[in-house]
């Protein structure tokens, strides 16, 4: 099958040079490679690496150096298969490790390619422990709030898919690139027969929530550009944006809380998709890393009005009857708020769910458990946090993603235990009071905000559903203008607040926080 990343499955593979070629601005890269150390190596190993350097022109399976990615300067480590099939040894593992531990005191952002059978191994145990070194110096750099970018290349298997290949901020593949742990013919070998066809391409993984997507490396470029841009951290010096604070045009008091349920139920209310339409960078993450996806809810990096960010939300164009978020949205949710924490950038948060999965498979794999750690990460997050009540706002799905430093509400949105029908069941024991409840239990955004839990309401005017584009761009500039005055509190500050705004919630006479 033709592949649209310059070969074939089964075809010529991308070397070293080629990926630098089309990755990096044309002339740009500099190599940061020294003579390999020398290892101790039998004759028959000396003579196999002496094969590899004649036929590559290189010394090692790996080549390192610095560059620029549309004039932005990048340092970058990449793997040559046709060196012993891109093995790493004690000599490759010393020079990716030096070229990480460089970036790191240069503050650059880090792209890898890898592409490897694994361990070399000709140089046995020794060989198989280079793999913690290397994710250790990945991991201090990442610490250290610099951003590491990993794109897959066929093959990339074994050792080298669980340490560094694996440990990205965003992780891209080539398309029909061979990626897994145990490579086929080792799995043949151990169990007499074939492994499993389509289970380790880079389609599969990104399905299944390994991996964040599958481009050629033309697009793989541009995404690179478009993420490190937003994980710079650096704003956009002039704002755009075109409208003042709208918190005294809305009249979201005229509407009954059962009118806002019910407008906020319309099939073509706009949600979080629509958002991302008006922002003016956005990099579409997908999954937990971890081998989960939930097609109910939607991660990236995005800048609105150039302020940049880390957004997770409810996708409600992906929920639909029984189908809602389970365990695996809020585990995503949670590498969300990691990634914001790490990249030093603020978090935004949209609340847009009929509630989480009711179902024997959710329960089973921890449902509860991960709303509790939604809610404990978030309330100790070390950077801004921005929750923004789109539409519906059930149970716990939503409780998971609301303590916020603060909280935007459109003027139909609404925050409930559970849905009106469902708390009517409990209290009266049908469905008729669905209304009655709605509006006891104060869940209108008017009412949120008059108790402290909303800080500022977005106008609908009258109804987002009917002016999708211009409601979107009201809630995108009153995200980036929240974004904004985030910027300017302290980290210990924002914590302090946060926690403090939460612990006085529904205490009388305990006041307000600004």
Not at 211 to 224: C, H, L, T
């Amino acid at each position: 099958m033709p592949g649209t990343g310059g070969k074939t499955v089964g075809g010529p593979r991308i070397s070293a040079a080629e990926l630098l070629e089309r990755l990096l601005d044309p002339g740009t890269f500099h190599s940061w490679d020294l003579p390999p150390m020398r290892v101790a190596a039998s004759a028959a190993y000396r003579s196999e690496l002496a094969r590899a350097r004649q036929a590559t022109g290189l010394d090692e399976a790996v080549r390192t150096g610095e560059g620029s990615l549309r004039g932005r300067r990048v340092a970058v480590i990449a793997c040559e298969f046709g060196f012993l099939a891109g093995s790493i040894g004690v000599a490759a593992a010393e020079r990716i490790v030096t070229a990480v531990e460089r970036a790191s005191a240069l503050g650059l952002p880090l792209l890898a390619s890898p592409t490897s059978g694994g361990t070399r191994m000709q140089e046995g145990t020794v060989a198989f422990l280079q793999m913690v070194k290397i994710a250790g110096a990945v991991a201090a750099h990442r610490a250290a709030g610099l951003p590491y970018l990993v794109y897959l290349r066929d093959p990339t298997m074994g050792g080298v898919f669980a340490s560094w290949g694996s440990l990205g901020h965003m992780t891209f593949a080539e398309p029909g690139a061979l990626i897994g742990f145990l490579g086929p013919r080792v799995y043949r070998a151990l169990y007499d027969r074939p492994f499993p066809e389509g289970v380790q391409t880079a389609e599969n993984l990104y399905r299944s929530g390994v991996i964040d997507g599958v481009v050629p490396i033309s697009v793989y470029r541009r995404i690179a550009h478009r993420a490190l841009s937003v994980l710079s951290g650096v704003p956009d010096e002039v704002p755009e944006i075109g409208s003042p604070r709208t918190d005294s045009e809305d009249d979201s008091a005229q509407s009954s809380a059962w009118a806002s349920v019910v407008i906020s139920r319309r099939s073509n209310r706009p949600g979080i998709r629509e958002l991302l339409r008006h922002v003016t960078q956005r990099v579409p993450l997908s999954g937990t890393g971890q081998g989960e996806s939930d097609r109910t809810v939607v991660h990236a990096l995005a800048r609105f009005r150039g302020q940049p960010c880390v957004v997770f939300g409810h996708d409600r164009s992906g929920q639909h009857g029984e189908h809602t978020m389970g365990p695996a949205a809020l585990r995503e949710a949670r590498r969300a708020m990691a990634l914001a924490e790490e990249s030093r950038l603020p978090l935004v948060l949209v609340i847009d769910t009929v509630g989480a999965a009711l179902s024997k498979e959710a329960e089973e794999r921890g449902l509860a458990p991960e709303i509790a750690r939604c809610i404990a990460d978030l309330v100790r997050l070390r950077t801004p946090t921005l929750s923004v009540l789109l539409g519906q706002g059930t149970g716990g799905g939503a409780l998971a993603l609301l303590p916020a430093d603060r909280v935007l509400a459109a003027t139909h949105a609404w925050l409930a235990p559970l849905p009106p029908e469902g708390a009517s069941a409990i209290v009266y024991r049908d469905t008729e009071h669905a209304a009655q409840l709605a509006a006891e239990q104060r869940i209108r955004a008017v009412d949120l905000r008059t108790d402290g839990i909303v800080d500022r309401i977005v106008p609908e005017r009258p109804d987002a559903a009917v002016e999708p584009a211009e409601f979107a761009h009201r809630m995108v500039d009153a995200i980036a203008e929240e974004l904004i005055g985030l910027r300017h509190r302290s980290e210990e500050e924002l914590r302090m607040l946060r926690q403090a705004r939460y612990r006085r919630l529904g205490v009388p006479g305990a006041g307000s926080l600004g």
